[in-house]
């Protein structure tokens, strides 16, 4: 056997835990795959401080499978980028996001985006169903995501279902991995046109926002006619929930937390619970505010801050039995789209874009990487660089604290652009790990030993 060492990709609880079966345990997070292991106290301890445990080689053989012991002449940064780049590189998994619109009908005062009534049409939208088609029917394609996005990616209904009507059938026929995802503020959505996104466009996931209770909500995400959504938005999920035909539709529903509104959320998930939303279909997210390339600093509320705010919200989730994440369950395979070129973004005047914070953002107009017109979108080819595919070695480098961070294998960074913004958009998880791993503890039985606090 070679010699090994402990990973430094790890975060171990600080306290101790009797397991179901009598032992004592501390629970470890292995952020290279993204798991959370009980593992005997002393274990862990010989873990924390950085030695190889004298144990079984049954024991040792775990340890390894989480990546929790590896070879003692990895360098594991490198591991991790190489991880990242080869699946970056891979142009058998493609992920599209299509702008419909470059329209909105609400006027969220915490957006960054200019809303203009532009549409994808004409030759634009033909280019776009041409470079999307390439892609389903390369050879080498496998995955396909494609996102509706905007603006408000319904206000181009129209358009989503016209171009649906082409990928869907080469889909089936291809037997390709297929998601698709809109994100939409859900004031436009019935029953009639969920059920048309699940059945004939194939939409697998509806992400949609609401900020609060109704007032709060409305307040906070106004409708640009005057208008209210909340009670809309609710409407047309809870119908969704009770018709088998939208079986194939799951629904994510995002908060977006700033000083405003960070007191309302409780009283959002109890009204939401009440209504049917602790559904197997329904999962729930809770995010602060940041920049897009906007202004937001007089509203948005501190990173510890929100995590330990956070940290009462798991909580309170898992109580009225809403389904949320407590650790991503799996590593990010890429960083975002802006650091992958089988990835890409393509708004209504057919300009592609690499990061998802720059369309319909005025002065990030002139970060386009090209046009769908051009001829290089004629094929399955990847699209052309952009400003954040060098990310990993900037990361390599050590231009970024990512570098040396245990979360880097299982986030990769989050966003290069808010780092290059001078923004920090670590995820919450890395402030409120503990409080996570208690709440993993307690839903799995264990239970905290007598001044367990390290």
């Known amino acids: 056997m070679k010699p090994e060492k402990v990973t430094r990709y790890k975060v171990i609880s600080r306290k101790s835990y009797i397991a179901p079966g009598g032992d004592e345990v501390r629970l470890v997070y292995a952020t290279r795959i993204s798991k959370v292991l009980p593992v005997k106290r002393a274990v862990a301890d010989d873990l924390e401080a950085g030695r190889v445990p004298a ?10 499978r ?60 033909e280019a776009v169903r041409r470079r999307v088609l390439a892609m389903l029917e390369h050879p080498q394609t496998r995955a396909m995501r494609l996102d509706w996005f905007g603006g408000e990616p319904l ?70 006619s005057g208008e209210t ?30 000083v405003h509104n960070e007191d309302s959320i409780t009283e959002l998930l109890e009204l939401l619970a009440a209504h049917g939303f602790a559904h197997p279909r329904v999962r729930f997210g809770i995010k602060p505010v940041h920049s897009w390339s906007n202004d937001v600093s007089a509203i948005e509320v501190g990173k510890r801050h929100f995590a330990d705010r956070e940290a009462q919200w798991l909580k309170i989730m898992r109580r009225l039995g809403l389904n949320c994440e407590i650790l991503p369950p799996a590593p990010t395979e890429v960083v975002c789209p802006a650091a992958s070129r089988s990835d890409e973004l393509i708004a209504p005047d057919g300009d592609v874009f690499s990061c998802s914070e720059q369309p319909l953002v005025d002065q990030l107009a002139d970060t386009a990487v090209g046009h769908v017109t051009q001829p290089w979108a004629d094929n399955a080819g990847p699209r052309p660089l952009g400003a954040y595919d060098d990310w990993t070695q900037d990361v390599a480098a050590g231009q970024r604290s990512c ?24 995820p919450s998880y890395k402030f409120n790990t503990q409080q996570r791993l208690n709440l993993i503890a307690d839903l799995n039985g264990l239970t905290a030993t007598v001044g367990a606090a390290r």
């Open 229 to 258: 959504s909340f009670w809309r938005i609710v409407e047309a999920v809870t119908q969704a929930l009770d018709d088998e035909s939208t079986a194939g539709m799951t629904f994510g529903i995002r908060s977006n937390v700033d």
């Open 66 to 125: 989480y990546q929790l012991l590896v070879p003692a002449d990895e360098n594991e940064l490198e591991a991790v980028n190489q991880r990242f780049n080869s699946n970056a590189a891979d142009l058998g998994r493609r992920h599209v996001a299509l702008l419909p619109t470059a329209y909105c009908n609400m006027g969220c005062t915490y957006c960054g985006q200019t809303h203009r009534r532009t549409s994808l049409r004409g030759n634009h939208r």
């Open 155 to 224: 206000m181009g209904f129209a358009a989503i279902r016209d171009l649906s009507q082409s990928f869907v059938p080469v889909v089936d026929q291809r037997e390709l991995d297929w998601t698709s995802v809109i994100v939409t503020n859900g004031a436009l959505l019935d029953i009639r046109k969920i059920k048309v996104l699940a059945e004939e466009c194939r939409v697998t996931h509806a992400e949609i926002t609401i900020d609060g209770p109704p007032e709060m909500h409305d307040r906070h995400r106004p409708l640009k």
């Open 55 to 64: 144990i079984g080689d049954q024991q040792l053989e775990a340890l390894r």
């Open 403 to 426: 570098s040396s961070c245990e979360f880097y294998p299982t986030c990769g960074g989050a966003c290069p652009k808010l780092w290059r913004d001078g923004h920090v958009p670590c």
